[in-house]
């Protein structure tokens, strides 16, 4: 079997049926490919009963049931059932807009055969409202020795987990999901990072990222959100110096965007001693700000770097309201 499709699904009775139909009606032999659903211990009381009924209806899906233990767990739980060769994760509430998706991702790999293939994404505001995320600046494939700190310069091998497609042997390497983090993706990536050797891109309209979902916790910044990111740069970082030069040089600018991504959501929380204690231990990772393409985090970064970090947690949230309203 070549693809296992993994759905973490908690509470999404709205949605759950247009994901799974768009995963299921892909035409992909139904042998290639198995669309897993991980019901996280749903509570709203029909999202576990369409699981069974999505499971009944296509011959692809199946669906597994377990007590709540939170996206990390349900991936998890996915990974360890699966069969394919190659995972890929979607969110509940995400779905994908192209039937020939499969068929197009397949060649990249009879292609390439690469370790993981970066998906581009749509972030979705409704049928006719969207922005599309496509990575088409940079080589389709390439090796990872030679690139791969431009890679994480322009955010190609960052957070998300579901706009790539992962070999099945890197997860027999020990990758896996941070069970009990609020922001798992920035981890999991990191992690990802340090194993690769290969990569290829597939630029193709078909990931839906709905936004704006009232409950994602895409939406919320919470202390616990914050932590999280700050104990992923410190779990991250910890086997940096037994990694090579280049991967040590790439993981530094990654962890500095996931640092600098959090800054303006710290004032509110500033009292937290273990806060106070990472935004301290890893404030260097801001002298990596001038590596980072994206204009906001390099500008967000130099700047706190320049005015220090006390006075910049102070300033960004004033500074984000008014970039707002222009």
């Not at 139909?21 to 009381?45: C, K, M, R």
């Not at 990974?79 to 499969?102: A, M, R, T």
């Not at 839906?208 to 202390?223: D, F, P, V």
């Not at 220090?308 to 300033?315: A, E, F, N, P, T």
Request: hydrophobic share 35%; charged share 25%.
């Amino acid at each position: 079997m070549k693809f296992s499709i993994v759905v973490a699904a908690y509470n999404v009775a709205e949605y759950i049926e247009e994901c799974v139909y768009s995963l299921a009606d892909q035409n992909f032999p139904n042998s290639e490919y198995e669309v897993l659903i991980v019901d996280d211990g749903s509570t709203d009381g029909l999202t576990s009963k369409l699981c069974d009924e999505l499971s009944s209806k296509y011959e692809v899906v199946r669906t597994i049931h377990q007590e709540n233990g939170g996206l990390s767990s349900a991936r998890n739980t996915g990974i360890k059932e699966s069969k394919g060769d190659y995972l890929l994760f979607v969110d509940g509430d995400d779905f994908w807009s192209n039937p020939e998706f499969l068929n197009t991702l397949s060649e990249n790999i009879e292609n390439y055969r690469s370790d993981v293939i970066v998906l581009s994404y749509n972030k979705y505001y409704g049928s006719d409202d969207g922005v599309k995320v496509s990575f088409d600046f940079i080589p389709n494939q390439g090796d990872i020795n030679d690139e791969l700190a431009e890679l994480v310069k322009n955010e190609v091998l960052t957070a998300p987990a579901w706009n790539k497609c992962v070999r099945r042997n890197l997860f027999k390497q020990g990758l896996d999901f941070p069970i009990g983090f609020l922001s798992e993706d920035c981890l999991y990536c990191a992690d990802l990072l340090k194993l690769i050797s290969s990569y290829s891109i597939v630029n193709v309209d078909c990931y839906q990222y709905r936004q704006n979902r009232l409950g994602s916790i895409t939406n919320i910044i919470k202390e616990q959100n914050v932590i999280d990111i700050l104990k992923s740069i410190e779990i991250g970082l910890t086997d940096i110096d037994k990694l090579s030069s280049n991967v040590k040089y790439a993981l530094n600018i990654y962890f500095a965007i996931s640092y600098i991504s959090i800054l303006p959501f710290v004032n509110q929380y500033s009292s937290h001693p273990e806060i106070q204690r990472l935004l301290r231990e890893y404030k260097f990772l801001l002298k990596f700000s001038h590596e980072i393409e994206n204009r906001a985090f390099k500008y967000t970064g130099m700047m706190a770097k320049v005015i220090g970090l006390r006075l910049s947690i102070k300033m960004f949230p004033y500074l984000m309201k008014f970039y707002k309203k222009i």
